[in-house]
Nanobody, 125 residues
Framework: QVQLVESGGGLVQAGSSLRLSCATS????????MGWFRQAPGKEREFVAA????????YYADSVKGRFTISRDNAKNTVYLHMNSLKPEDTAVYYC??????????????????WGQGTQVTVSS
């Protein structure tokens, strides 16, 4: 049974940092591209960041580029999202997702096979 479990969310002030973790089990983690998406209240879910399974290439939404960093630890079957200089507009539920062998469109939800339940990040001004 495949599981993706996010953790690390919380309530922080603008300008703060958080590190989200997504621990996976039941899949060959090293063969999966991993992504982070988020959904703010009243908005559609959107792409945040992704990391390739083989090259380690990373991809970011323009809104988080330079502030967020995605990384993975294949030994721990875990992907991370390091978030710096948080803004109130970063407030959302953050989801991690797994895509077997990755795709040429890491920002597209369609290609992801498994999803976590999400963790809430709230940034106060």
């Amino acid at each position: 049974q495949v599981q993706l479990v996010e953790s690390g969310g919380g309530l922080v002030q603008a300008g703060s940092s958080l590190r989200l973790s997504c621990a996976t089990s039941g899949l060959a983690f090293s063969r999966y591209a991993m992504g982070w998406f988020r959904q703010a209240p009243g908005k559609e879910r959107e792409f945040v960041a992704a990391i390739a399974w083989n090259t380690g290439n990373t991809y970011y939404a323009d809104s988080v580029k330079g502030r967020f960093t995605i990384s993975r630890d294949n030994a721990k079957n875990t992907v991370y999202l390091h978030m710096n200089s948080l803004k109130p507009e970063d407030t959302a539920v953050y989801y991690c997702a797994a895509d077997l062998n990755g795709s040429d469109w890491p920002e597209r939800e369609y290609y992801y096979d498994y999803w976590g339940q999400g963790t809430q990040v709230t940034v106060s001004s």
